[in-house]
């Protein structure tokens, strides 16, 4: 017997009620892009790894899955190279392209090579997936979406100030409580200044970002591993754990950061984006300034967000800030950018959980036909043209087979109405509408069959 088939661990197949749950999240996020003058474009699933390599860390570039050379891809490689089994140094003989890790880098190559072509500021989205070599867990998978809107080439934190505001409005539709938290790199930066440890940043940075995993204790160890002092961990600690409103929070940091000038420019950018969005009283989630979140990848410069969902046990599930410098890496400096990202997956085991999805989302056919015969269904079929055409999604049922299994598809498949033509609805002129949730049927003009199913 031939062994059943499976697919990549952390890889999913998504059946037609759950390509409908996930073409609702899309839809929904691509309106309210919309709403703010996004464009979409779309980008290949592989780069060069000259675009991926050292954009995201040490740790993202060893989430990188790699691609094989086409042919013979051993042809750079001597047996020395070979017997020294050095992963790092042989994949970068053998392969020369990798799946995107996100559509940031992607997006910020786009930009470089189509500058000509750009009207600045460019604002865009993108919804196709990514891969990461991570390991699988709840909530956590090797391939996935995200949907992305990032704008490039203008300073002005008043796009920080739309990002929220879409973020808002964005789980607002879906019905979903969410915390939004941000924070600033310059005040992280600022902060391994003023306690003697302006070279550790970027471990700094990653350690902290780990606090809700692994504990405060954790992450004091995983300092000192990195090299801070025992006094340099103490004078982190009333930060790490600082509590209060906004407004409290940007004192005291502020205060701490008197000799931070690159410090001093991060609380003064938080204040603005916070005092925007508390002016407009727009927003129906709040919205928490916690230094405690770093964003793992390196290229953020200036603001950081991230928003955790209030009802269900599940990591972020939208992140993004502001990032300077990155298309400096192709050959652009100067010119500035930032962007937000909606992980669509984890979205999905939200509302799942919740049972936040529309019932009219989840139903793909709106009406079946009953397939009583060759006579019926030449007197349906003009019906059912008539019903596409006015925009109702219709079957009709292919076979003339027994009754109880035409009725036993449209339960499978959720179809809300039914229809039904035989030898008295064809001399009358009409058809029987079946309500497939109360068991209600009447007798109706195709006309009114239309009407009846549309409301």
């Known amino acids: 017997m031939a062994n059943k088939p499976s697919i990549p661990k952390g890889t999913r197949d998504f059946s037609p009620i759950e390509m409908a749950k996930r073409n609702y999240i899309f839809d929904t996020i691509r309106q309210v892009y919309a709403l703010y003058g996004f464009q979409q474009i779309e980008t290949p699933s592989m780069e060069t790894l000259s675009t991926l390599m050292g954009k995201y860390g040490e740790e993202g570039d060893k989430l990188l899955f790699k691609i094989l050379n086409s ?21 970068s ?23 000509e072509e750009l009207q600045l500021p460019f604002k865009r989205y993108q919804i196709q997936p990514v891969w990461r070599a991570d390991r699988p867990q709840k909530g956590r998978y090797r391939e996935f979406y995200q949907c992305d809107a990032d704008v490039v ?31 600033n790199r310059k005040i992280l930066t600022g902060i391994a200044e003023v306690i003697g440890a302006a070279d550790k940043i970027v471990d700094i940075t990653v350690a902290i970002d780990k606090l809700d995993k692994i504990g405060l204790d954790n992450v004091n160890e995983e300092l000192r591993s990195d090299g801070l002092t025992d006094e340099q961990i103490r004078k982190l600690q ?15 940091i502020e205060e701490v950061l008197r000799d931070s000038e690159t410090g001093l420019k991060g609380v003064e950018e938080t204040r603005y984006i916070l005092d925007c969005l508390s002016m407009q009283n727009t927003l129906n989630n709040a919205i928490e300034l916690d230094l405690t979140l770093a964003r793992g990848l390196n290229y953020y410069t200036g603001a950081i967000f991230e928003v955790k969902a209030l009802d269900v046990e599940i990591g972020s599930i939208t992140g993004g800030g502001r990032y300077d410098n990155l298309t400096g890496i192709f050959g652009m400096p100067g010119l500035s950018g930032v962007g937000i990202s909606f992980g669509a997956d984890r979205i999905f085991d939200v509302l799942n959980q919740l049972d936040l999805y529309p019932k009219e989302t989840l139903s793909a056919t709106q009406i079946l036909f009953i397939n009583f015969g060759e006579k019926e269904t030449e007197y349906c079929l003009p019906i059912v043209n008539a019903a596409r055409k006015a925009g109702l999604r219709t079957e009709i049922y292919p076979d003339s087979v027994k009754m109880k299994k035409q009725m036993s598809y449209a339960n499978a498949k959720q179809i809300p ?34 009407k009846a199913v549309k409301s």
Request: proline content about 3%; overall charge negative.
């Open 71 to 91: 042919g013979d891809f051993m042809n750079k490689v001597n047996d020395t190279e070979l017997a020294e089994r050095n992963p790092l140094h042989l994949a």
């Open 93 to 115: 003989k053998i392969c020369e392209k990798g799946l995107r890790y996100d559509l940031t880098v992607p997006f910020a190559r786009y930009v470089v090579m189509h500058r």
């Open 153 to 183: 080439g203008s300073d002005s934190l008043l796009n920080e100030v739309e990002l929220m505001q879409i973020v808002d409005e964005v789980f607002t539709r879906f019905g979903v409580r969410v915390l939004i938290k941000i924070n």
């Open 238 to 252: 009333p930060i790490i754990t600082l509590e209060g409103s906004n407004d409290e929070k940007l004192a005291t």
């Open 417 to 450: 109405f039914v229809a039904l033509a035989g030898e008295t609805e064809m001399a009358e002129g009409k058809i029987t509408l079946k309500n497939m949730e109360s068991g209600e049927q009447n007798l109706v003009t195709p006309e009114d069959l239309i």
